[in-house]
């Protein structure tokens, strides 16, 4: 193992670190088929994630994803719904998975606090009006959330899988 390291040189090393470093403790996420997307296929990322540095800074806490007015919105895991209403005039679903809450924004839910939800279940429709996400108000975006206490998380982590570095030679 330690000769891997030698042929890899120290400049390798220090950018392996950086990387590793800069995954964060979103690395642990790990996806499973108890998550799945919260919109019927085709998933098309319009905007991805982007951390603040601190929660109170400009990101994009989530990512969007391109969807159709009136779209059902899917409960990307099971759990139990948190809040369902409007917040700052939109319509917004929180579901509690345990650890995780997941968020989804503008939708009409039709779901209300305390149900319990499975994955894949709709939870609301996609409401129309305006959108940050396209010109047409017929183009919409759904913009799904993931947190872990007051930590934003990626939520494509959920269903792409967890970051792993395997050994220099792995065949896994």
Same mark, same amino acid.
């Given at each position: 193992?330690?000769?891997?390291?030698?042929?890899?040189?120290?400049?390798? #090393? &220090?950018?392996?670190?950086?990387? /590793?470093?800069?995954? *964060? @403790?979103?690395? =642990?996420?790990?996806?499973?088929? %108890?998550?799945?997307?919260?919109?019927?296929?085709?998933?098309?990322?319009?905007?991805?994630?982007?951390?603040?540095?601190?929660?109170?800074?400009?990101?994009?806490?989530?990512?969007?994803?391109?969807?159709?007015?009136?779209?059902?919105?899917?409960?990307?895991?099971?759990?139990?719904?948190?809040?369902?209403?409007? #917040? &700052?005039?939109?319509?917004?679903? /929180?579901?509690?998975? *345990? @650890?995780?809450? =997941?968020?989804?924004?503008?939708? %009409?839910?039709?779901?209300?606090?305390?149900?319990?939800?499975?994955?894949?279940?709709?939870?609301?429709?996609?409401?129309?009006?305006?959108?940050?996400?396209?010109?047409?108000?017929?183009?919409?975006?759904?913009?799904?959330?993931?947190?872990?206490?007051?930590?934003?998380?990626?939520?494509?982590?959920?269903?792409?899988?967890?970051?792993?570095?395997?050994?220099?030679?792995?065949?896994?």
């Amino acid at each position: 193992m330690w000769g891997a390291f030698r042929a890899l040189g120290w400049l390798g #090393l &220090a950018i392996i670190l950086a990387l /590793v470093a800069s995954l *964060g @403790s979103s690395a =642990t996420v790990q996806a499973s088929s %108890q998550w799945s997307w919260p919109l019927e296929a085709p998933h098309t990322v319009s905007r991805a994630f982007d951390r603040p540095a601190q929660n109170w800074l400009p990101g994009h806490r989530g990512v969007d994803l391109k969807a159709q007015t009136g779209q059902p919105a899917l409960a990307a895991g099971s759990g139990i719904v948190t809040f369902a209403g409007t #917040l &700052a005039g939109k319509g917004v679903v /929180v579901i509690n998975h *345990g @650890s995780f809450r =997941t968020t989804y924004e503008p939708v %009409q839910p039709v779901v209300s606090v305390g149900d319990r939800v499975t994955r894949g279940q709709e939870i609301g429709t996609l409401a129309g009006g305006a959108s940050h996400c396209a010109s047409s108000i017929h183009v919409r975006c759904l913009h799904w959330g993931l947190r872990r206490g007051n930590e934003y998380l990626n939520p494509l982590l959920l269903i792409s899988g967890r970051i792993r570095l395997l050994p220099i030679g792995s065949s896994r």
